[in-house]
């Protein structure tokens, strides 16, 4: 299932960007810190999406996972922000 694939390296880039901007956060600003605290919200809720997405047993819609997908879009973004605030 091609967007099922799609939406696999989404989550696994999503995971390299937070472990990276994890190790950044401890020296950022207030704004960041509390902008990362926002994306771990966003980056809970695809961690189960992603695994509901990857149980066969359950039967997950293609518009479930462009839902969530859309999320892990979301969360890609707001990790560009935090990583720009970051290298200022």
Do not use: P
């Amino acid at each position: 299932m091609e967007i099922r694939e799609e939406f696999d390296k989404l989550v696994e880039k999503l995971k390299t960007e937070r472990d990276e901007i994890n190790l950044k956060v401890h020296l950022a600003s207030m704004e960041a810190k509390e902008e990362f605290k926002q994306a771990e919200k966003m980056w809970d809720q695809v961690k189960v999406k992603a695994s509901e997405i990857a149980d066969d047993a359950i039967d997950t819609s293609e518009e479930y996972i462009v839902k969530a997908k859309t999320i892990g879009e979301e969360l890609k973004e707001a990790y560009n922000r935090i990583t720009d605030r970051l290298s200022k």
